[in-house]
Nanobody, 127 residues
Framework: QVRLTESGGGLVQAGGSLRLSCKAS????????KGWFRQAPGKQRELVAA????????LYADSVLDRFTVSLDNAKDTVYLQMDSLKPEDTAVYYC????????????????????WGQGSQVTVSS
């Protein structure tokens, strides 16, 4: 059974930092590209960051560029999202997701590409 378990969300003041973790089990972690999405109240879910299975290629949403960093630890089957300089508009439920990838340098932009999803982590940034 495939499972993605997220941790690390919470409440933080504007300008602060949080790190989200997403640990996978039940699959071969390195065979999958990874993504982080978020959904704010009343808004559609959007891509925050995507990383290829090998970790070499990364895409960030313009809104988080230079503030968020996605990284992999294949030994721990875990993908991270380091969030710095947080803003109130970053408040959302954050989801990790995995997409089967036949190419180590490919990342995926759309929700439909992702087969497995974490349970979601609430991130709240106060002003």
């Amino acid at each position: 059974q495939v499972r993605l378990t997220e941790s690390g969300g919470g409440l933080v003041q504007a300008g602060g930092s949080l790190r989200l973790s997403c640990k996978a089990s039940g699959l071969v972690f390195r065979d999958y590209a990874k993504g982080w999405f978020r959904q704010a109240p009343g808004k559609q879910r959007e891509l925050v960051a995507a990383i290829s299975s090998g970790g070499a290629n990364i895409l960030y949403a313009d809104s988080v560029l230079d503030r968020f960093t996605v990284s992999l630890d294949n030994a721990k089957d875990t993908v991270y999202l380091q969030m710095d300089s947080l803003k109130p508009e970053d408040t959302a439920v954050y989801y990790c997701a995995l997409a089967m990838s036949y190419y180590t340098n490919t990342f995926y932009r759309t929700e439909g590409d992702y087969a497995y999803w974490g349970q979601g982590s609430q991130v709240t940034v106060s002003s």
